[in-house]
Every structure is written in structure tokens, then in C-alpha cells.
């Protein structure tokens, strides 16, 4: 596209010189005779070329004016020349260059090229720098995909606030890292940071690891100790696995969240706490709602900000650069000479299904590594495991390939027990190992109820 010059001069013989000679080395051209009129117009320039002195306005008050409306457009000043002290001045408050007249028309054309590489110049380095302010690396999470430049941008959020997050996703997609990443981007940043596994605790103990006890609660309780909640007041919780909490613990982790309050065990003292909440599972809570095995007003209470990470099969354009981060960071803790992957290596690791997400491409990494000899990664480096294969259908309960999720192969699979059931739900619903409800909800959701 041509390149638009906006001439500001009063004179009239000298702006229709100007005007031609641009037009003739191709130009557009917009010319104005006032201050008034140049801005009237400025918004579509490329380029402003403007006498120093014009009629009710001199040049310092113009230059203003025209840096509010188009802040990027780079700005030539003429003079003559008992006036080149002012034309300085005008250089530090923003002008690109001047001319002083009288000037030959090479000179002019010199000083116009010269602008606009300028601008050339600058709107390249805004762009460079906008490309570095995306963020592919965010506190040790990598991804270009679209998908987590949304994380990114959703972590920045959300991060500031109290409000409660719902990470959801399957095993290995890094909730983890994106929990952490939450915590370090609020003002409890230098607070405690309190992970808990809700699978790795027992039943029995769960309410006692949770909020701890009073001496002689229970046998073997010798003395006071606080739990978890209580070890993050003021920072923040993270409740892995939330999915595997039982129902009598549901019922206090709501009243935490609604009331900040709880009691330890065997205690009747209520305490009081400031715990930011966030939360995550592999399941799908909202077929556990169904199920009747997690109570819906706590779901709620939970699903203030969700936040689903996908699989990483669904964001394969990340692979290359999680790939590449692995072998960096893992090279120098195994010993090993690696330092690249080879095309053919990397199109192996992008053809491969990745059930267990980031986690599983970082052990692979990490296993090709221990076995590598040379300074590359090629294909027959790179150990994966063998493709996984259906188990022999002995048993209703072997009905799913085993290492293939729900999610992916949902309405195939709940068509084909539909079909093996002959139309029966029920029976349907144990070939895939769900209640009946649970298999009405799914299918409502894909409008097959009827």
C-alpha cells in the first residue's frame, strides 16, 4: 500500500511544489493550509510534513496535538533558518526530523525516507515486543497453543483475587503447576502454599489431617495438633483429587468455604481462617452430581472460576516446545550429550496419543536421555511405550480400552453398549460401568435421551 504524507503549509506555491514531487515518487498525499485543518485529517497520515510556524498555532502547540491523536506517526518539521533552535526543541518534544528551507527537493525526499523508516523501525519494534509480552513460558508451565495462551491469560486474572478456582483435566496435564502458578500471582504469594491429596489420605483420618485435633480426640491422640487448613491460614489451599473427598467431609470443607470457620476435632472451639481455595480433578464432577456422590451446593461453591487444561493430544503444536524444554532441563541432571531432537524424533513424539499428558512426555524425555549416546534425539532414541490395546472382553467391566478416556470416545462407546443391550439402559449402564442416571445425563447432553 502507498504510503499517505500529510503536507501542513500555509504558503501555497510551496505546498503544491511538495505535493507533486511526493506524488511522483508515489505517494498519497492529504495537504492542509492551517494547524486546524492538518488535524482534521492526521488520523489516516503515514507521515506529517509541517511548517514550524503556521497561522494561529506554532509549530510546538501543532506537534502536541497531533502526538494525542496519532501518537506513532512520525513528524518532520520546516524552518528556516534563523528559527533552527526552535526546530531542536521540537526534535525533543517528539518531532523526527526537520528541513530547513530553502530546501532542494533530493534533500526533502531524503528526510521523507528517512521518517518512514523510521516508523518502519519502531512499529517492528512494538511488534517484537509485543511478541515477547506473550508469555510461552509461565512459571515453568510451556505452551504456544491458543489454549494456553488462555491459561496464561486466566492465571493473570484471576490470580490477584480471592476467588476460588476449579482446575479441571486429565492426569499429568499439569494442574499442579498451574495451582502454584495461581498462588504466586496473588498478594499470598509469600504465604504458605498448602497442597493436599484427597486420594492419598485415608477416610478415616481425612477430617483429622484436614482440621485437626485436640488432645484425646482419639485413641493415640496425645496431643493438639493443627491441620492443614489451619497450616495455610492466610495463604492458600490446594485440594487435589477434590473428586475423591467423602461425603462427610464435603459437608465441613463447604462450610469453610462459605464461613471461614470450622472446629478441630473433639473440640468445640470454632476458629476462624483466611484460606484462599483452589481445587482440582480428573473427574467429571458433574457426573458425580448425578451419581449423588458429590453434594451440588458445594460444586458451586467450587466452580467460581473453572479453568479446564486440555489433554495434551489436543494441543500438539505444544510438543515441540515441551519436548525441547524437557531435554534442556533434564540433559544436565542425567549426563548425558543431548542437546536437540531431530526432525524425524520429533515427528515420532507428535504422532503419539500421550494418555498420561505432560507428565508421560517428560518421562519419555527423560527415559530417551538415559539411553541416548549421541548429541540428538533421533526416532529410535525416543522409548515409548507400546501402543496400548484393548483388553480381551472377558467381563462387562473390561468394556473400555483400557488408557482411552471417556471424554474422547464418549458417544461412540455409549452408541455401542446401547447397541449391545439392545436398547436397554440399564444394562447399558453397567456394560460402562455407570449408574442408569448417570448414563440419562450423558446422554441428554447428546440429545439422544429420547
Not at 511526493?22 to 510534513?49: N, P, Y
Not at 478415616?204 to 484425646?216: D, I, R
Request: with cysteine; hydrophobic share 40%; aromatic share 6%.
Amino acid at each position: 500500500m502507498k504510503k499517505r504524507i500529510l503536507v501542513v503549509e500555509d504558503e501555497d506555491k510551496l505546498r503544491r511544489v511538495i505535493e507533486l514531487q511526493l506524488i511522483s515518487a508515489g505517494f498519497d498525499v492529504d495537504k492542509a493550509a492551517t494547524a486546524e485543518e492538518g488535524l482534521k485529517i492526521v488520523d489516516r497520515a503515514d507521515m506529517v510534513l509541517t511548517d514550524l510556524k503556521l497561522p494561529n498555532m506554532d509549530g510546538q502547540e501543532f506537534l502536541g496535538l497531533i502526538r494525542r491523536q496519532n501518537s506513532h506517526v512520525p513528524v518532520v518539521m520546516m524552518t528556516a533558518f534563523g528559527s533552527v533552535e526552535t526546530a531542536v526543541e521540537a526534535m525533543k518534544a517528539g518531532a523526527t526530523d526537520f528541513l530547513l528551507k530553502p530546501f532542494s527537493l533530493d534533500h526533502l525526499m531524503q528526510v521523507v525516507n528517512k521518517a518512514l523508516e523510521v516508523r518502519e523501525l519502531r512499529e517492528e519494534n512494538r511488534e517484537l515486543k509485543a511478541a515477547l509480552g506473550r508469555r510461552y513460558e509461565f512459571d515453568n508451565i510451556v505452551g504456544r497453543s491458543p489454549a494456553m495462551q488462555e491459561i496464561f491469560a486466566a492465571i493473570e486474572r484471576v490470580g490477584p483475587t480471592r476467588a476460588t478456582v476449579l482446575l479441571t483435566g486429565e492426569s499429568g496435564v499439569g494442574k499442579d503447576l498451574i495451582a502454584r502458578a495461581i498462588h504466586f500471582h496473588s498478594p499470598r504469594k509469600d504465604r504458605p502454599l498448602v497442597k493436599i491429596n484427597c486420594t492419598a489420605i485415608p477416610e478415616n483420618l481425612m477430617e483429622s489431617e484436614l482440621f485437626g485435633y485436640e488432645k484425646g480426640a482419639f485413641t493415640g491422640a496425645q496431643g493438639t495438633k493443627p491441620g492443614k487448613f489451619e497450616q495455610a491460614d492466610t495463604g492458600t489451599v490446594f485440594l487435589d483429587e477434590i473428586g475423591d473427598v467423602p461425603a462427610a467431609i464435603q459437608v465441613k470443607l463447604l462450610r469453610v468455604l462459605q464461613e471461614r470457620e470450622f472446629e478441630r476435632l473433639g473440640s468445640n472451639v470454632t476458629r476462624h481462617i483466611d484460606v484462599r481455595l483452589v481445587a482440582a480433578t480428573n473427574q467429571d464432577l458433574r457426573a458425580a452430581l448425578e451419581q449423588g456422590t458429590f453434594r451440588e451446593d458445594l460444586y458451586y461453591r467450587l466452580n467460581v472460576v473453572p479453568l479446564n487444561i486440555p489433554p495434551l493430544r489436543e494441543r500438539k503444536v505444544d510438543i515441540p516446545f515441551l519436548a525441547n524444554h524437557f531435554v534442556h532441563k533434564l540433559a544436565p541432571e542425567t549426563g548425558c550429550r543431548v542437546e536437540s531432537i531431530t526432525d524425524a524424533g520429533m515427528e515420532k513424539l507428535m504422532g503419539y496419543y500421550w494418555p498420561g499428558n505432560v507428565r508421560e512426555l517428560e518421562n519419555v524425555i527423560e527415559r530417551s536421555l538415559v539411553m541416548a549416546t549421541g548429541t540428538e534425539l533421533d526416532a529410535p532414541d525416543i522409548k515409548l511405550e507400546a501402543a496400548r490395546t484393548p483388553r480381551a472382553q472377558s467381563g462387562e467391566n473390561h468394556f473400555l480400552p483400557d488408557g482411552l478416556s471417556l471424554d474422547q470416545y464418549e458417544q461412540e462407546i455409549i452408541k455401542e453398549a446401547l447397541r449391545r443391550a439392545d436398547g436397554n439402559k440399564s444394562q447399558a449402564a453397567r456394560l460402562l460401568g455407570l449408574t442408569r442416571n448417570a448414563l440419562r445425563y450423558r446422554l441428554t447432553q447428546m440429545g439422544l435421551e429420547s
